[in-house]
């Protein structure tokens, strides 16, 4: 442990880097070995965390952005599955996913029979 140093880490982000894994990969595997690394510094089995040197940048992960589907694409989807799987459709959007966008829909389309 004692071994390894700030250079070894930025060596091994380097590598990852190189190795093209995904960028949540890199920060999962980090966390990992900075985990073991502070609790080595507790044990006291090592001074510092060479993972929390000013030099290492640390792998940061990246989320894809959120696409809300339209209420007509969710029907079309809805439509073409088995029926024992719409149910599915309505936990979804009953537990909150979309629902913000189909509650806004559903208010329209009463909005406009009035």
Known sequence: MGQ??????????????ERKL???YQAVLFNT?????????????????????KTVRRPVASSPPI?????????????????????AVRSALASGCGRVRFWASRQTTSTERR
């Open 67 to 87: 696409v809300v589907w339209p209420e007509e694409r969710v029907q079309a989807v809805r439509s073409g599955l088995a029926e024992r799987f719409k149910i």
């Open 33 to 53: 070995v900075s985990g073991v690394m502070d609790s080595a510094v507790d044990d006291r089995r090592i001074r510092e965390n060479p993972c929390h040197a």
């Open 22 to 24: 995904s960028d949540n």
């Open 4 to 17: 390894i140093k700030p250079s070894t880490i930025r060596d091994w982000v380097g590598s990852m880097e």
